[in-house]
């Protein structure tokens, strides 16, 4: 009977060619594309500002249509203005208000907050975004208000910022409202707004500010946080801003503007 062979081993060069034969072309990858030398430039320019003159008849324009501007949140005191500010962070004026009614008539000092327990003003605020932690942090900052300041809210941007939950913005909004500061607090409305109509170029809240205290005419160094907050919240909106409505149309140096009505 004849002994059957077992094919010879195939060379180890022929075997990684078959592998390699069996394998799925690979697509060919796009090299990226460049940007053109135009679009880059575009990007480098910087953006047009106003001029002084055109400054000034912004906010003289903001004054003549609104005199006396008022902020939209509701408080009875100073420690209640400070309280809804803190509560303000990522949330609308309007729900703030809604829940801070009944809160402030149940508690508008920081003795009689510190009394209803941080439990109970959870429960009056918990319409509001991260209400937990604001809950919180109203109860630590009455504490620190009857610690350290005899209960009463101190005119002083150092003293503020250091309560549980005061940030430069929420220091600058009290200095303002209440204590009459020439102060500027940058929300995402002023932001977007200063960058858009020339008034700054700032690549965050703090430059925007540094910018708006140095070239905002001086009789209006108050009134002007709420014309442009105000403005910013129902004119110059995010997505679609209303410039047919605008009374600063013809001065705004937005790119994509669309067409306004002139100011009379």
């Given at each position: 009977?004849?002994?059957?062979?077992?094919?010879?081993?195939?060379?180890?060069?022929?075997?990684?060619?078959?592998?390699?034969?069996?394998?799925?072309?690979?697509?060919?990858?796009?090299?990226?594309?460049?940007?053109?030398?135009?679009?880059?430039?575009?990007?480098?320019?910087?953006?047009?500002?106003?001029?002084?003159?055109?400054?000034?008849?912004?906010?003289?324009?903001?004054?003549?249509?609104?005199?006396?501007?008022?902020?939209?949140?509701?408080?009875?005191?100073?420690?209640?203005?400070?309280?809804?500010?803190?509560?303000?962070?990522?949330?609308?004026?309007?729900?703030?208000?809604?829940?801070?009614?009944?809160?402030?008539?149940?508690?508008?000092?920081?003795?009689?907050?510190?009394?209803?327990?941080?439990?109970?003003?959870?429960?009056?605020?918990?319409?509001?975004?991260?209400?937990?932690?604001?809950?919180?942090n109203v109860?630590?900052?009455?504490?620190?208000?009857?610690?350290?300041?005899?209960?009463?809210?101190?005119?002083?941007?150092?003293?503020?910022?250091?309560?549980?939950?005061v940030g430069?913005?929420?220091?600058?909004?009290?200095?303002?409202?209440?204590?009459?500061?020439?102060?500027?607090?940058?929300?995402?409305?002023?932001?977007?707004?200063?960058?858009?109509?020339?008034?700054?170029?700032?690549?965050?809240?703090?430059?925007?500010?540094?910018?708006?205290?140095?070239?905002?005419?001086?009789?209006?160094?108050?009134?002007?946080?709420?014309?442009?907050?105000?403005?910013?919240?129902?004119?110059?909106?995010?997505?679609?801003?209303?410039?047919?409505?605008?009374?600063?149309?013809?001065?705004?140096?937005?790119?994509?503007?669309?067409?306004?009505?002139?100011?009379?």
């Amino acid at each position: 009977m004849a002994k059957t062979t077992s094919p010879a081993p195939r060379p180890k060069k022929a075997a990684a060619k078959i592998k390699a034969a069996k394998k799925p072309p690979t697509k060919a990858v796009k090299p990226l594309q460049k940007k053109s030398a135009a679009k880059k430039a575009a990007k480098r320019r910087p953006r047009k500002k106003v001029t002084q003159a055109e400054i000034q008849e912004i906010f003289d324009r903001f004054a003549k249509a609104t005199p006396d501007p008022k902020g939209e949140l509701e408080y009875v005191n100073v420690y209640t203005l400070t309280v809804a500010v803190v509560l303000s962070a990522q949330a609308t004026d309007a729900g703030v208000n809604k829940a801070t009614r009944a809160l402030f008539k149940a508690a508008n000092t920081p003795k009689k907050m510190l009394a209803l327990g941080e439990e109970t003003v959870r429960d009056y605020i918990k319409t509001i975004g991260l209400y937990r932690n604001k809950a919180k942090n109203v109860i630590l900052l009455s504490q620190k208000l009857i610690d350290e300041h005899g209960g009463n809210v101190p005119e002083d941007r150092d003293a503020l910022e250091g309560l549980p939950g005061v940030g430069r913005k929420t220091a600058n909004v009290v200095l303002n409202m209440y204590f009459g500061h020439p102060t500027m607090a940058v929300d995402t409305h002023v932001f977007r707004l200063a960058n858009r109509i020339g008034l700054s170029s700032g690549k965050n809240p703090a430059e925007v500010e540094e910018d708006l205290l140095r070239i905002i005419p001086v009789e209006y160094g108050i009134p002007a946080h709420h014309w442009l907050i105000l403005h910013g919240r129902y004119i110059c909106k995010a997505r679609k801003p209303e410039c047919q409505k605008c009374i600063i149309h013809d001065l705004c140096k937005f790119k994509d503007k669309a067409p306004g009505t002139p100011f009379v």
